[in-house]
């Protein structure tokens, strides 16, 4: 079965436009949890342009399922990342002037940084992700550094059509980065831009474990409700899933 996580970072998106206690991610992360998804996600970001170090620590004492934080390999989030004890940190890049996280996490060139970053966490005993551009020199350098999960950037698949040859040409670029990572023996996820019409295919990559998705859930619960959001998305996630076992 592939896992949904849901990152509800644009909730607490809504919640700071005004500066407002709500609405409140911590409820959402509950209600998304109610209905079927089976973690959460948040990115802890330095400027705190969203989620925030309470919502963190909340979300630790609510989440039932997995609870997942991305963070920068930065020594201030892995001091909240060691007080908290997610259950894994996913490192990401990060951008002040970003809207977005934009491409993958520079294993190759921050090596060192990022070596000492893993290790600290997985002492701690916190399982340790990174999300990286999908090629095969990136995940082996990733494995080599510490990571037990390998979360595909699946960025540039969502700006085309899946179904047209550009589209069907990242896909193919995704498959052998998920087949690099299973090689590698480490867990296979994926996340970025992905929704309801264009995760089937992703879903279908062999070995997939689990699906980080936020801005595309939470923009179509602003018109169905996040329990409809959640249970369509979950379908959509089990049927490319099982398409990809046919």
């Known amino acids: 079965m592939v ?25 959402a992360a509950g209600l998304c949890e109610l209905a079927g998804a089976d973690g959460i996600t948040v990115h802890l970001r330095e400027d705190r ?15 039932r399922g997995v609870y997942n934080l991305e963070m920068a390999a930065v020594p ?3 001091k909240i990342a060691l ?7 996913t490192l990401v890049p990060e951008r002040r002037e970003e809207r977005t996280t934009e491409g ?18 997985t002492e701690a005993g916190i399982g340790v992700s990174f999300f990286v551009d999908p090629e095969p020199a990136i995940i082996e350098a990733s494995a080599a550094l510490g990571a037990t999960t390998i979360e595909l950037h ?6 085309v059509p899946f179904h047209a040859p550009e589209g069907q040409r990242e896909l193919g670029r995704l498959a052998r980065a998920g087949k690099a990572v299973v090689d ?12 309801q019409s264009n995760v089937g295919p992703i879903a279908a990559l062999p070995q997939m474990a689990e699906l980080n998705i936020g801005h595309a859930l939470v923009a179509r619960a ?25």
């Open 184 to 195: 590698a023996g480490l867990r296979l996820a994926a996340g970025h831009g992905l929704d």
């Open 49 to 63: 342009r969203h989620i925030q170090d309470r919502d963190v620590r909340i979300l630790r004492q609510t989440v």
């Open 3 to 27: 896992r949904l996580y849901v990152n509800v970072d644009h909730v607490a998106t809504l919640r700071q436009q005004r500066d407002t206690r709500y609405p409140d991610p911590v409820v």
């Open 154 to 159: 699946t960025g540039d698949y969502c700006q």
């Open 76 to 78: 201030e989030m892995v």
């Open 222 to 246: 602003v018109l169905v409700g996040l329990e409809r959001a959640v249970v369509d998305l979950r379908a959509a996630i089990a049927a490319g899933a099982a398409a990809g076992q046919r």
């Open 104 to 121: 993958g996490l520079d294993v190759i060139g921050r090596r060192a940084e990022i070596e000492v970053v893993a290790r600290r966490l």
């Open 83 to 89: 007080e908290v004890r997610p259950d894994f940190c």
